[in-house]
């Protein structure tokens, strides 16, 4: 019986899936992804999943205009036959959690924020019968014996190096005959935009609204992945850069010399930033990782 099968939309490797997988792996989960290339394929994928009978189908439920799709598809599974634990998490899925399990009944639970520790946390509790009731999984939004919701307190955000690497496709995917990779060296973002969902996600949970890895953490997974081929690293950051030229360049210094020495100077770098932090000297960096 496989522990977890994670349920994600991925025109390209979806990190999302790709880091709670990596993180149930190192917890000794067994641990399957499933993935469509688009909403209108989900359905099937349901023979799939209810023939490997799961404890946990986790929903990638990052997108509200996919909503709908998930829920769907969610109905269809308890349709199949599906009497495990069905879980979702995400930007929509935690903002809308109390919703979600009031207008769903396919869904038990919603894990919230970033999601690796708890859904390794809710899995063990449902692999192992005498543990205590999820209800007291920090992260988490459940309904309890008597079916009103209950969401429990936010689980702290700990320091994004201690994370396993995601889970990647073998082989490396190619664009235009280049292998090419996505990956982050942060998560979250300096800004305090109001319409942004980035910043509504980390309000509400527990830690600072913006972290960053290493350069050292950061160039060891790009080694492994050069090693299999990868020469476009495109940065999923939610914003790459902080509010500091100075700093700003600094890092940028920090990853340059650091491809160098690991034999990458060859690598090219896509990122994602707020135009208030780019200039000239930022883009001539810049222009050195093409």
């Not at 090419?180 to 996600?201: D, E, F």
């Not at 953490?217 to 992945?225: F, N």
């Not at 990458?264 to 896509?270: F, T």
């Amino acid at each position: 019986m496989t522990d977890v099968v994670l349920v994600g939309i991925e025109t390209e490797e979806n990190l999302a899936i790709r880091y709670l997988a990596a993180a149930c792996e190192r917890a000794g989960l067994r641990t399957t992804l499933v993935t469509a290339r688009e909403h209108g394929e989900l359905e099937h994928l349901v023979a799939n999943i209810v023939a490997q009978r799961p404890r946990v189908v986790g929903l990638a439920m990052t997108f509200q205009c996919y909503a709908r799709s998930f829920l769907r598809f969610a109905a269809r599974l308890r349709a199949n036959g599906f009497d495990g634990h069905l879980t979702a998490g995400g930007h929509f899925a935690t903002l809308a959690a109390e919703r979600l399990l009031r207008d769903a009944p396919a869904l038990d639970s919603i894990v919230m924020h970033e999601g690796e520790a708890t859904l390794v946390e809710l899995t063990q509790r449902l692999v192992d019968p005498n543990a205590q009731t999820l209800q007291s999984v920090r992260g988490l939004a459940v309904r309890d014996g008597g079916g009103s919701i209950v969401v429990t307190a936010p689980r702290a955000l700990g320091p994004l190096d201690d994370l396993a690497p995601p889970v990647r496709a073998d082989p490396a995917p190619r664009h235009l005959g280049i292998g090419h990779a996505t990956l982050v060296g942060s998560r979250g973002c300096y800004g305090s935009c109001t319409y942004c969902s980035i910043q509504a996600w980390y309000r509400a949970a527990s830690g600072p609204r913006f972290r960053q890895r290493s350069i050292d953490d950061i160039v060891s997974e790009m080694r492994s992945l050069y090693d299999r081929g990868v020469r476009i690293f495109n940065f999923h950051d939610d914003n790459f850069f902080v509010p500091s030229r100075d700093n700003n360049l600094a890092r940028l210094d920090a990853l340059i010399a650091a491809l160098r020495n690991a034999g990458m100077a060859d690598a090219a770098v896509v990122i994602k930033c707020r135009p208030n932090d780019i200039d000239g000297p930022i883009l001539d960096r810049l222009e050195t990782m093409r």
